[in-house]
């Protein structure tokens, strides 16, 4: 029997995919703010910020939602006091 077992990706490998796509994923958002008001691009940048947060915290997809929401309401306020 030839009992062949792929060679696994080392740690290194994990992480370059990781920051690539991180960084992709920032430019992205970058864009897609171009064209928004400062009210609605400190919700969203509060919302991120939340739902990373509270991922990474709690470990749960609902801890990143609850974050979100929480992140999205702080950024709104932030940037309705920034305006006066």
């Not at 990781?18 to 897609?32: F, G, P």
């Amino acid at each position: 029997m030839n009992s062949f077992t792929a060679p696994t990706p080392s740690a290194s490998v994990y992480w370059r995919v990781a920051l690539i796509s991180t960084a992709a994923a920032a430019t992205l958002a970058l864009t897609a703010c171009a064209g928004m008001s400062s009210r609605e691009t400190s919700t969203v940048v509060g919302a991120t910020t939340g739902a990373v947060i509270g991922g990474v915290v709690t470990g749960t997809t609902a801890g990143a939602a609850i974050g979100a929401a929480a992140g999205g309401v702080v950024g709104n306020e932030v940037s309705k006091k920034r305006d006066r």
